[in-house]
C-alpha cells in the first residue's frame, strides 16, 4: 500500500503579518522552523520513512522540508523542485493586509477572492513590486498574474501525474513539503473532494496528513499524525 505523506509548510513571517503571499519568497518564522523540526521528530518517532521528496521553488515550503529532513536524519535524501507546487498566486492582493483588504472592499468580495474554486483575485500590474517574471526561478515559464484554485490544480495535477504518481506505483514512499493551496489540490484530487466542499478545506501548518493509497492511488485512509 503506497504512503503518502503532505506537509504544509511552518508558519511564514506573511502568515504571522496577515498578509497575501502567493508566489512571494517570505521565510518561515522561528515559530514556522519549531514547526517543521516538530513535525520531523513526530514522523521519525511514528516510523515513517521516505524514499523521495519533492517541494516547491518557494523558500518556506523548502526550509521546512530541510528542517523535518534533518530531525529525522534523512538530508540525504533525493529532493525534487519544481514550481508546479508553488502556492497559489495572488495576483493584485500579494502584499497586502487581509484585514486592511476586507475593510476596503468588503468581506463578501475578499471570501469570493480567498475561497472561491474559480474566481481568481484581480491579476497583479506589470511593475509590481512583487512581479517575479524576471525571477531566475521562473526563466523558463510564463509567470501568472493571478490564480484560482482551479488554475492551481490545472499546474499540479499534471505534475502529480508525470513525476509523483509513479513513484508512488513504483512502490516508494513520498514526502511532500508544499503549501496550502498546492496541497489542497492534491487532497482534492486524491480524496474525491466535491468542487464546492474544498473551498471550506483548511490545512494546518506544520502538521504531516498521511495518505494511505490502493494500487490506482485513491484514498483508503486520510489522518494527521499526532503524538498520541
Not at 204 to 228: C, F, H, I, N, W
Amino acid at each position: 500500500m503506497p504512503t503518502l505523506v503532505l506537509i504544509r509548510h511552518g508558519q511564514s513571517a506573511w502568515n504571522l503579518e496577515n498578509r497575501f503571499t502567493g508566489w512571494w519568497d517570505v521565510d518561515v518564522t522561528e515559530k514556522g522552523a519549531q514547526e517543521a523540526r516538530a513535525a520531523g521528530r513526530l514522523m521519525r518517532d511514528k516510523g515513517l520513512d521516505f524514499d523521495q521528496c519533492f517541494t516547491s521553488l518557494q523558500t518556506r515550503a523548502i526550509k521546512t522540508l530541510n528542517l523535518a529532513l534533518e530531525e529525522m536524519q534523512r538530508l540525504w535524501l533525493p529532493v525534487e523542485k519544481d514550481w508546479r507546487l508553488n502556492e497559489r498566486h495572488y495576483g493584485g492582493l500579494t502584499g497586502l493586509d487581509k484585514a486592511e483588504t476586507a475593510a476596503e472592499y468588503g468581506d463578501d468580495q475578499v471570501k469570493i477572492w480567498r475561497r472561491s474554486f474559480d474566481i481568481p483575485p484581480p491579476p497583479m500590474v506589470p511593475g509590481s513590486p512583487y512581479d517575479l517574471s524576471r525571477d531566475r526561478r521562473y526563466a523558463d515559464i510564463n509567470v501568472p498574474a493571478t490564480e484560482s484554485l482551479k488554475d492551481t490544480i490545472a499546474r499540479v495535477l499534471p505534475y502529480w501525474n508525470s513525476r509523483i504518481a509513479p513513484a508512488l506505483k513504483a512502490g516508494q514512499r513520498v514526502l511532500i513539503s508544499a503549501h496550502g493551496n498546492s496541497l489542497r489540490a492534491l487532497v482534492k484530487h486524491l480524496s474525491a473532494i466535491p468542487d464546492d466542499e474544498i473551498t471550506h478545506l483548511e490545512i494546518p501548518t506544520g502538521q504531516p496528513m498521511v495518505y494511505k493509497l490502493d494500487a490506482s492511488l485513491g484514498e483508503v485512509e486520510r489522518y494527521y499524525l499526532s503524538e498520541r
